[in-house]
Every structure is written in C-alpha cells, then in structure tokens.
C-alpha cells in the first residue's frame, strides 16, 4: 500500500513539475511560433479598416513568417504579401500618390494588408471566401464561385476549394 501511495505521490509531482515546466516554455515556444512583431502597425491598422488583429497576424505568420523582405514566387512583397499591381490598385483606392512607399517597409506592408483584407470582407461579406481571394487571387476565387463543383451558392467556397488551392501552386 505505501508503494502505491509514493508511486501516486511521484505521479502527481511529476505532473505538476511538467505543468509548470510547459506552463513557462509554453509560452515561449508558441510566442516563437507564432511572434506578433509590429503590434503598433498590427493594432493601428486593424482598428481603422476594421479589421481583426489576429487575422493580420495571422496573413503575416503565413504569407511571410514575419519577413519584412520577404518575396514569393509571385513577386509578392513584404509581410503581408502583395504583389506590385495589387500595391499600385490599392494606392489609388486610397488615393495614396507616394512613389516611394514600399512594402519591405513594415508599416506600409501592414497598412496595405490591412486595407485589402478589409476590402475583400466587404467584398465576398465571408472571411473564408476573403481569406482565399487574397492568398490565391480575386480571379481566381471569383472562377471558383462561378463552378457549382467548388462553391454550391456562388458566395462561398466549399471544402473542395483546399485542393485547388493546393494544385495552383
């Protein structure tokens, strides 16, 4: 019976030396997975276009790790990942007349992603259908609304779009 008793007893302190242990490196594992650098940018941008923080951090961790100089196969740039004519279109939606910017700057990037995420909820008024149009293209989702195969109500995409997301690479 005392063997049962310490054996229970070194069970329950085990765990809670491992609790503990993971309750402090948990935290610091998932903050190096998933950093959220550029707060200022992040929470200044989101609150005027309106858009959710965490799925800003979320475009930057998956379109660029948090790279600032990130560029894709696409020529997509920066953090968030536009490419130049998308760039250019948003300049002029926002009236934006700056031959300078950039998006290897961290706050233009964000500023940008920010107001095309905005845009494309407005448009699709569904952040999944959102979400895709800006990783794969507005073209793109818009053919894949318009095939009863991938988007039954023509507004959202269904589960299949993941697959030709996944072939368009």
């Known amino acids: 019976m005392k063997s ?13 030396v491992l609790f503990a242990a993971f309750s402090v490196t948990g935290k610091t594992v998932m903050k190096t997975l998933y950093p959220m650098k ?20 979320a475009v930057i961790k998956t379109e660029s790790s948090f790279n600032p100089d990130a560029v894709s196969y696409a020529n997509a740039e920066g953090l968030t990942q536009i490419i130049p004519e998308t760039f250019d279109w948003l ?29 494309l909820i407005d448009e699709y008024e569904n952040t999944d259908t959102a979400i895709a149009a ?26 299949a779009y993941e697959g030709i997301l996944n072939n368009d690479k």
Do not use: C, Q
């Open 91 to 119: 300049k002029m939606r926002l009236g934006e007349e700056d031959e300078n910017l950039s998006l290897f700057d961290p706050e233009t990037s964000i500023k940008y992603g920010a107001y095309f995420l905005s845009y």
């Open 38 to 57: 550029y707060t200022e940018y992040v929470e200044k941008y989101s609150a005027e276009y309106g858009v959710d923080p965490e799925l800003v951090y």
């Open 134 to 159: 800006y990783h794969a293209g507005v073209g793109n989702v818009n053919k894949w609304l318009e095939d009863k195969s991938v988007s039954a109500d023509g507004k959202t995409l269904d589960e």
């Open 4 to 16: 049962k008793i310490k054996i229970l007893l070194l069970i329950f302190v085990s765990a809670a």
